[in-house]
Each structure stands twice: as structure tokens, then as C-alpha cells.
């Protein structure tokens, strides 16, 4: 069975400084999906970015980037230039090809002004 | 275009009472989730279907029933209710194509609380 790690459970950050939340994922498959979601006091889940196994390229969508090391089972996080609209809980999520997602516990991030 | 909508947003029920809850979503998304999250928990997969007519088990689906007779709607059912499922509960749907296949759209949740 898949499983998720995250072992921050809390971190917190200057504004406009950058911050790195770590993920780990345990698998025996070759091709798969990681995704990083952000869900903010309101409850809402959202999409911050999206990475396929088979692709070496790190994914990047404006301030949020992520560092994937296949090999070592890693996909972290790393928020630039940090705004207090930032601060929320963010999940790192696994999913065999649309089945099976597994969600980490999450990290909750504050941004300090 | 609404998204993902979640009927009820709240429900207080009592022990050993039924309910349904009702996930709809209006991409023509393939696949459709239900999770429980609960607090300093991620979220954990109940069901989830890859298409009209099917259905399969999560992490935790003891205690649960689905059916996705329309691929737009996707039905959460609890028999008889239980303390333990005390939760937030959240509908999510995905496409299997294109440049964004497997990027879930998620409800704006229900809490359901069991006395």
C-alpha cells in the first residue's frame, strides 16, 4: 500500500522570504501523479501544483516550485517570495493513475508579516 | 459552471439514523471521490469511482455505501450512524485526460456531526 509523510506538522515564515515543506511516499510503482493541495481556514481544497513520475522536470507554477527526486521517494514543496494569503495547512497526495489517492497529514504553514 | 457542489453543508444526526449525501459535478469528470478528514488528520479515501456504474473501496470505507447510477453524481450513504463518524466529509472529482488528468476538483465539504 502507498503511503504519505510528512513530517513538519508545523512551520512558519517571514513574508516575502521562501520556505521549503518536505514530502515522502513509499510505492513499488514506476508511473504515478504527486500533488501538492493547499487548504486555507475557509476549508476549501485547492490545486497549488502537479508533477508526473515519468516527467524529470521539476514542476513549477509561479512562486511555488517542486524538487522531486524519484529515486529517493521526495517531492517538496518550495513557496518564493511568501504572502500571508500563503499561510495555510498543504497536503502532499499520491495517486496510482486517479486511484487510490493518499493524502499526507499536512503541514500547517503560518506567513508572518 | 458550479464545479463540485455538496448537499448537505451541515447535518447534526443522531446514533443509528441514515443519510445521504449528495456530490454532484458538472465537467463530465470520469472519476469521482469521497473522503473523511478529520482534525490533524490528511485526507482518507472512503470510495471512490472510475465511471457510471462503478465503485470501489478507499482506506476506510467500513460503515459506508456508494453508488454513481449518473456520472455526474456520486451518493455517500451511512446506515447507521456512529460517534466515530464525526466528520468533515469532502466529494472530489478528476478527469483521466488531457494536460490536467488526475487533478481533483474538490466540494466545499460537509460537516456532519453524529450525537
Known amino acids: 500500500a502507498q503511503t504519505v509523510t510528512q513530517s513538519q506538522p508545523e512551520m512558519s515564515v517571514q513574508e516575502a522570504e521562501t520556505v521549503t515543506l518536505s514530502c515522502t511516499y513509499d510505492?513499488?510503482?514506476?508511473?504515478?501523479?504527486l500533488f501538492w493541495y493547499k487548504q486555507p481556514p475557509s476549508r476549501q481544497m485547492i490545486l497549488v501544483i502537479r508533477q508526473e513520475a515519468y516527467k524529470q522536470q521539476n514542476a513549477t507554477e509561479n512562486r511555488f516550485s517542486v524538487n522531486f527526486q524519484k529515486a529517493a521517494k521526495s517531492f517538496s514543496l518550495k513557496i518564493s517570495d511568501s504572502q500571508l494569503g500563503d499561510t495555510a495547512m498543504y497536503f502532499c497526495a499520491f495517486t496510482f493513475y486517479g486511484q487510490n489517492f493518499v493524502f499526507g497529514p499536512g503541514t500547517r504553514l503560518s506567513v508572518l508579516p | 459552471n458550479a464545479g463540485v457542489t455538496q448537499t448537505p453543508k451541515f447535518r447534526v444526526l443522531k446514533t443509528g439514523q441514515s443519510m445521504t449525501l449528495l456530490c454532484a459535478q458538472d465537467?463530465?469528470?470520469?472519476?469521482m471521490y469521497w473522503y473523511r478528514q478529520d482534525p490533524g488528520m490528511g485526507l482518507r479515501l472512503i470510495h471512490y469511482?472510475?465511471?457510471?456504474?462503478?465503485?470501489a473501496k478507499g482506506e476506510v470505507p467500513d460503515g459506508y455505501n456508494v453508488s454513481r447510477l449518473k456520472k455526474q453524481n456520486f451518493l455517500l450513504g451511512l446506515e447507521s450512524a456512529a460517534p466515530s463518524q464525526t466528520s468533515v466529509y469532502f466529494c472530489a472529482s478528476s478527469s483521466r485526460q488531457g494536460l490536467r488528468s488526475y487533478e481533483q476538483y474538490f466540494g466545499p465539504g460537509t460537516r456532519l456531526t453524529v450525537t
Open positions: 510505492t513499488s510503482e514506476s508511473n504515478y501523479y
Open positions: 465537467m463530465n469528470h470520469e472519476y
Open positions: 469511482s472510475v465511471g457510471e456504474g462503478t465503485t
